[in-house]
């Protein structure tokens, strides 16, 4: 997990929600973590340089026998290219075993309530002297286009 994705999963699972699924552990990305031979990791982060750079690092240190990779948003090209070539060059391919993109980079506060999880949204969406082009612009800058996907008409 990173930060995000935290508060993402955090008003929707508790810990013991956690192990009754078969999660023993969480931690978050930029945590110090020790080998843990024989078991396998899931992933759920954000695509972004670092957290690609660290999740290469972590199969380039056989952390886990597998890792399971969950983007909360789509991951871009260049990242996936950067992934791959990390891995490819600790010869640790066979350690990645599967990698979704879940366009879930909302915090779901109810069934009918989410937040978008940035600074200022609301005042942005709504401010009545702002231009659309404006908007848009705030929108994708805070890479929430994926979100619209979701929303009802």
Known sequence: ???????????????????????????LLEAER???????????????????????????????DAMHINFATSISSRLLEQLAVGVIKANAVRRIAKLYDEYLSFIAL??????????????????????DIQIEVKLAAGSCS???CCMPS
């Open 1 to 27: 997990l990173d930060r995000f994705c935290k508060d993402v999963i955090a008003p929707l699972l508790r810990v013991n929600e956690l192990r009754s699924q078969g999660v023993t552990l969480h931690l």
């Open 146 to 148: 994926s979100r619209w």
């Open 34 to 64: 020790q080998q843990i031979p024989d078991v396998p990791a899931v992933y759920f982060v954000q695509p972004t340089t670092a957290n690609i750079e660290r999740i290469a690092q972590d199969a380039a240190q056989s952390l886990y």
């Open 110 to 131: 109810e069934p009918s309530l989410f937040s978008l999880g940035l600074p200022d949204c609301y005042l942005n969406l709504n401010d009545p002297a702002a231009k």
